[in-house]
Antibody, heavy 121, light 107 residues
Framework: QVHLQQWGPGLVKPSETLSLTCVVS????????WTWIRQPPGKGLEWIGD???????NDSPSLKSRVSMSVDTSKNQFSLRLTSVTAADTAVYFC???????????????WGPGALVTVSS | DIQMTQSPSSLSASVGDRVTITCRAS??????VNWYQQKPGTAPKLLIS???SLRNGFPSRFRGSGSGTDFTLTISNLQPEDFAIYYC?????????FGQGTKLEIK
């Protein structure tokens, strides 16, 4: 059974950098799109970006280059950094495994439990 | 970016009812639409992939359909455990955007 667990500071000050890490257990780390999604309190889901085990990344233009992602295949983990945070970045951040079917797109089949990150001074 | 317009935003129904949730994409796409179910305080769960493939663990009363720009999730014979928030997602092009969500509540 694949399991994802994320961790990081629950409180970040405005203008600082949010950092989260997600570790994957119970399955292969290769050939998947390791994905970050966030959900502001009481609101919907926002796709942040994904990263392959090779290090190739894709991120959302709406975050205007504040996002960087990295992967550590030796530890089966991947990380998210979001710079210059504001209160608008307060959200539950999820990590998830993306599977590319090759013919009907991709899907997110395993998710971490989510981590609330609050941006406040 | 592709926008996914989901409707309705909320829906009130009774046990045993049949409901339909719709997602309209801003561009024509193949079957690159997924549906997720989210219950309070938990991560979303993949419900349907590739527009119509029901995932293991979900009963056959859930049905996904659609093509082009219009996709639907139909739930028949609603059960108490089905009351949740449902999201569509497109994976035709990045960013892999989600619909705004539909909150399905008990009437």
């Amino acid at each position: 059974q694949v399991h994802l667990q994320q961790w990081g500071p629950g409180l970040v000050k405005p203008s600082e950098t949010l950092s989260l890490t997600c570790v994957v257990s119970g399955g292969s780390f290769n050939s998947y799109y390791w994905t970050w999604i966030r959900q502001p309190p009481g609101k919907g889901l926002e796709w942040i970006g994904d990263i392959l085990s090779t290090g190739t990344t894709n991120d959302s233009p709406s975050l205007k280059s504040r996002v960087s992602m990295s992967v550590d295949t030796s530890k089966n983990q991947f990380s998210l950094r979001l710079t210059s945070v504001t209160a608008a970045d307060t959200a539950v951040y999820f990590c998830a495994r993306g599977v590319d079917t090759g013919y009907v797109g991709s899907y997110l089949d395993y998710w971490g439990p989510g981590a609330l990150v609050t941006v406040s001074s | 970016d592709i926008q996914m317009t989901q409707s309705p935003s909320s829906l009130s129904a009774s046990v045993g009812d049949r409901v339909t949730i719709t997602c309209r994409a801003s561009q024509i796409m193949n079957s690159y639409v997924n549906w997720y179910q989210q219950k309070p305080g938990t991560a979303p769960k993949l419900l349907i992939s590739g527009a119509s493939s029901l995932r293991n663990g979900f009963p056959s009363r859930f049905r996904g359909s659609g093509s082009g720009t219009d996709f639907t999730l139909t739930i028949s014979n609603l059960q108490p455990e089905d009351f949740a928030i449902y999201y569509c997602q497109q994976t035709s092009s990045r960013p892999h955007s989600f619909g705004q969500g539909t909150k399905l509540e008990i009437k």
